[in-house]
């Protein structure tokens, strides 16, 4: 089987692999949505909830802590800044984990370590707003293939777990992603639940514990579905939902849950009484609670034009935002729609046809989304993708060109820039290069668009986590350490 | 700067041809064209002539040089100096077998009843499939298909090479090679251990061994007292041209020690075999090299996907060409058949990223598969007497961000249109303000 090669969709939706090889293995893959750009708030302590609810608790609290940095001056390069400009001969100054400056003839101060581009590009650390690292983790196993760590499937509504406490920190994906300039990841659940759960995001370090690559500050995202995945999952072992419609209904009867638990909160809230008694808690309820507080955000696997217009009426009738899109294969369909309800889609460069519901994918799709006025990402789902994400930005700017849309190498560098720290409400901190801003970057040998080039430095908040010329800054997963199929035989 | 074609049996060739060609070809045919202005990569593997000009006739490569008159009256088309190179070849898709990933359009593998070795993918194909025109959009002009899954593993059945022309005649070459698969992910279909895949391989080998000797035998009786579906009459016979050399057995394999378990199928069966899959194939190039067993990989294969593929690397490629194995592409997901032109080229470009140089990625995406399986008397390059399969590049053809300019399949000029180019006509940013609803575009 060709087809067994596995990355890890493959493995997310056993039930549809049997008869249907090809895009079954996909079928969840396809796995899931978060991000976007609606910017509904900046972060979650800033959202003023009208019940006096507190912040979202945060039980499994980031203990993140750089690597170990020195004061930087990348040089002889050309930098695309994330936010549009292409830079000719310019560099980027880095102090103390921050970005100090952006351009030609930088001074470094004494003590400050320089390197040389030569000639290469620089670019913001690439962000991946959807990945399912760790959760879907290396090496699969037929194990995996019958019960896996990317998909709860015991309901349809899931929204209780959490991707977070499914992460394999030594899944050895996640130093293969970050040779790919792959510097933030947010890790999401499968798509084959309604609700399929929260979401995380990470910084791409090597690290023991889940909680140290956690990305202080980040908002958690809620993964939904909308499709085949959540209907065939369930469906096919007779139970709900079986439809389309059957979807819907479930996502309405959840969120008129969520809205009852929350106005029981609200109401003891409100009465400011240490003495009453709370009322009892409900871990769904409190992922779909926090979400019509705004203190999640909502990232929604979808295909098709028509089920993504049905969702944001959805999101109209409860209350509630969705950040983005995820997969989106039919965005360019209704790109208008998309911009009036502030949803941003993050898509694959070329992925179409694996399902009946991606048979309408274009290549043009982020294309013409963009050049409508649209928000739009490139994600993973999968490693392949993740080790080559500027590819996939190639290979759209050259579809685009043959439809007749012109998009410039710097421009299209933010839909794996900026778009996804706006999505992920991060763009305060990551997204571009710009003073302030975490000195996340990669030095490429040469344009970040050619497949010849190879990220050969990459920086997360001001520490060298990858350099491709100095064999003790090429960390490996515990996995791989004294794996004879890996060493060289004699 | 011009520069001599140094093959001198191309220039002899060339003329003779061009000579009779004229006369042949006094009228514009579909399938007779000039190219001309061609950087054209006549040889995979050996430096372009410049400026060259590319006579097809009747679909055939008829002459290829420096100076070449253009009949009287045939199409010319100028490739301005871009490179033209022979269309690519994947050498493991499914094209042709999928359509949506339902059942009712999936014909790749056949899962119960009594196929076994025997199941032939070549009357499931569908000329009519919208993959094929994305494939020929992004340069692929040949395929090998082959089945994925099997009812009796762990054959999965022969495999087809698929020619893209347009129209309902695809089958190149039915029957081209047998798969058999292997490794841990499909374990369990041979009863929970790879040894007994290939034990099972061994016994169904040893049994049409059998066979041949009854069948040269007076007496044609079957000596098989095992009624087993792995050694049923059908199933045997399939692997009769195994046997004989005539086609290649194909392991579907990742881990070392299965790729060594290959090599002895060579040394004790005398048998052709082609690796698939081959992950661990570094680990083993010398060997696979003298065994002459050329490898069809994945060139984004990077990580232990599974613990088969535990010595996973981007270099794989560029260290099995440099042992001197004839490699060939394979995508995988997504893309085995669904981007089955891009993802190759891509990946050609991901192999040369890591070490193969461009040269020898352009052979592994021409003259490689043409070898591997079987058709290097009519596809692989671009010599006289070769189906005129050619592309014109609008850029370097390992760059996604390029694309076809124009693509002959057996000398005809193919669409560039697709579904997809429709469907971006249909939905163009400009036309989102339109009245009429896009179904009337």
């Given at each position: 089987m060709m087809m067994r090669e596995l990355t890890k969709s493959d493995l997310c939706n056993p039930v549809h692999r049997v008869p249907r090889l090809h895009g079954a293995l996909l079928s969840c893959v396809l796995l899931s949505c978060l991000g976007a750009l609606v910017f509904p708030a900046r972060s979650p302590a800033a959202v003023a909830s009208p019940s006096h609810a507190p912040a979202l608790p945060d039980p499994y609290p980031s203990t993140y802590k750089p690597l170990p940095r020195s004061d930087m001056l990348i040089d002889n390069a050309t930098v695309f800044d994330g936010i549009g400009h292409r830079l000719l001969h310019a560099g980027v100054l880095l102090h103390d984990g921050k970005i100090i400056s952006v351009g030609s003839n930088l001074h470094a101060p004494e003590g400050t370590k320089t390197i040389d581009a030569h000639g290469g590009f620089v670019t913001p650390g690439l962000i991946d707003v959807h990945s399912h690292l760790g959760d879907f983790a290396a090496p699969f196993t037929l194990q995996d293939a019958k019960v896996s760590d990317v998909n709860e499937e015991s309901s349809p509504n899931s929204a209780e777990v959490w991707a977070l406490h499914s992460i394999r920190v030594q899944d050895p994906q996640f130093a293969r992603v970050r040779i790919g300039g792959v510097t933030t990841l947010q890790v999401l659940p499968g798509s084959d639940d309604l609700f399929g759960g929260r979401g995380v995001v990470l910084k791409n370090v090597p690290a023991v514990t889940v909680q140290e690559m956690e990305f202080p500050g980040a908002m958690p995202s809620l993964k939904m579905a909308c499709g085949e995945n959540p209907k065939y999952t369930f469906g096919e072992k007779g139970q709900f939902p079986s439809s389309e419609m059957g979807n819907v209904a479930g996502y309405r009867q959840a969120w008129i849950e969520a809205t009852e638990y929350k106005r029981r909160w609200d109401g003891y809230y409100a009465k400011h009484d240490p003495n009453l008694a709370p009322p009892a808690r409900d871990l769904k309820l409190e992922t779909l609670t926090a979400v019509l507080r705004n203190q999640i955000l909502v990232v929604m696997h979808c295909y098709r034009a028509d089920e993504m217009a049905v969702m944001m009426d959805v999101a109209k009738e409860f209350g509630y935002q969705i950040t983005a899109f995820h997969h989106a294969v039919e965005a360019y369909k209704i790109v208008p729609l998309l911009k009036e309800n502030h949803v941003c889609v993050a898509v694959w460069a070329d992925w179409w046809g694996f399902k009946v519901e991606a048979y309408d994918g274009i290549r043009s799709n982020a294309a013409f989304v963009d050049a409508g006025g649209g928000c739009v990402m490139l994600h993973s789902d999968a490693t392949i993708s993740a080790e080559h994400l500027p590819l996939d930005a190639a290979l759209t700017i050259g579809a685009a060109h043959r439809a007749g849309i012109d998009i410039s190498e710097e421009h299209a560098i933010e839909w794996l820039t900026i778009n996804p720290a706006r999505s992920l409400h991060l763009d305060e901190q990551i997204g571009s290069l710009e003073p302030g801003k975490n000195a996340d970057v990669v030095v490429w040998s040469g344009d970040p668009f050619s497949v010849y080039t190879r990220a050969s430095i990459v920086i997360i908040d001001g520490a060298i986590v990858y350099d491709r010329n100095d064999p003790g800054r090429q960390a490996t997963s515990d996995f791989e350490v004294g794996q004879p199929a890996i060493e060289r035989p004699r | 700067?011009?520069?001599?074609?140094?093959?001198?049996?191309?220039?002899?060739?060339?003329?003779?041809?061009?000579?009779?060609?004229?006369?042949?070809?006094?009228?514009?045919?579909?399938?007779?064209?000039?190219?001309?202005?061609?950087?054209?990569?006549?040889?995979?593997?050996?430096?372009?002539?410049?400026?060259?000009?590319?006579?097809?006739?009747?679909?055939?490569?008829?002459?290829?040089?420096?100076?070449?008159?253009?009949?009287?009256?045939?199409?010319?088309?100028?490739?301005?100096?871009?490179?033209?190179?022979?269309?690519?070849?994947?050498?493991?898709?499914?094209?042709?077998?999928?359509?949506?990933?339902?059942?009712?359009?999936?014909?790749?593998?056949?899962?119960?009843?009594?196929?076994?070795?025997?199941?032939?993918?070549?009357?499931?194909?569908?000329?009519?499939?919208?993959?094929?025109?994305?494939?020929?959009?992004?340069?692929?002009?040949?395929?090998?298909?082959?089945?994925?899954?099997?009812?009796?593993?762990?054959?999965?059945?022969?495999?087809?090479?698929?020619?893209?022309?347009?129209?309902?005649?695809?089958?190149?070459?039915?029957?081209?090679?047998?798969?058999?698969?292997?490794?841990?992910?499909?374990?369990?279909?041979?009863?929970?251990?790879?040894?007994?895949?290939?034990?099972?391989?061994?016994?169904?080998?040893?049994?049409?061994?059998?066979?041949?000797?009854?069948?040269?035998?007076?007496?044609?009786?079957?000596?098989?007292?095992?009624?087993?579906?792995?050694?049923?009459?059908?199933?045997?016979?399939?692997l009769v041209p195994v046997l004989k050399s005539k086609i290649p057995l194909v392991i579907v394999a990742y881990r070392e020690s299965d790729l060594r378990q290959a090599v002895s199928l060579v040394d004790d069966y005398k048998i052709r075999v082609v690796i698939i899959g081959a992950d661990e194939g570094w680990r083993v190039a010398d060997l696979l090299a003298s065994h002459k067993i050329p490898v069809v990989l994945n060139p984004y294969a990077s990580t232990p996907a599974t613990y088969d593929q535990i010595g996973a690397r981007l270099d794989n490629a560029a260290l099995l060409d440099r042992a001197g194995v004839v490699i060939s592409f394979k995508a995988a997901f997504v893309h085995v058949s669904y981007n089955a032109g891009i993802a190759i080229r891509e990946g050609a470009g991901i192999a040369v990223a890591n070490g193969l140089p461009w040269p020898h990625a352009l052979k592994a995406l021409t003259v490689n598969p043409a070898e591997t399986w079987g058709i290097t008397a009519h596809y692989g390059t671009l010599q006289p007497g070769e189906d005129a399969d050619l592309v014109i590049w609008d850029g370097d053809p390992l760059e996604p961000m390029s694309a076809p300019a124009l693509v002959l399949i057996r000398g005809r000029q193919v669409s560039l249109e697709t579904r997809q180019t429709d469907l971006e006509k249909r939905y163009r940013p400009d036309r989102a303000g339109d009245s009429e609803p896009p179904g009337y575009r």
């Open positions: - | 700067m011009k520069r001599a074609w140094p093959a001198l049996p191309v220039t002899l060739l060339a003329l003779s041809f061009a000579i009779g060609g004229a006369q042949q070809s006094p009228n514009p045919s579909a399938d007779s064209v000039a190219i001309i202005g061609a950087k054209a990569y006549v040889q995979p593997g050996e430096s372009p002539i410049e400026d060259a000009t590319i006579l097809v006739v009747k679909g055939r490569i008829q002459a290829v040089g420096v100076g070449l008159a253009v009949p009287a009256g045939m199409r010319s088309i100028d490739a301005k100096g871009r490179m033209v190179t022979p269309g690519l070849m994947n050498s493991a898709s499914q094209l042709g077998l999928v359509e949506t990933g339902t059942p009712d359009t999936s014909d790749s593998a056949v899962v119960t009843g009594p196929f076994g070795a025997s199941f032939d993918v070549q009357y499931a194909l569908n000329p009519n499939s919208t993959l094929l025109p994305v494939a020929r959009a992004d340069g692929l002009t040949r395929v090998m298909v082959v089945p994925t899954g099997s009812a009796t593993p762990p054959f999965d059945g022969s495999g087809a090479v698929l020619r893209l022309s347009e129209g309902s005649d695809i089958l190149d070459l039915p029957q081209a090679a047998v798969v058999a698969e292997v490794g841990g992910m499909v374990v369990p279909k041979s009863g929970g251990s790879r040894g007994a895949q290939w034990m099972l391989i061994r016994s169904a080998l040893d049994a049409a061994q059998r066979r041949m000797a009854t069948a040269s035998s007076a007496h044609k009786e079957n000596s098989d007292t095992d009624k087993s579906t792995l050694l049923s009459t059908s199933n045997i016979e399939a």
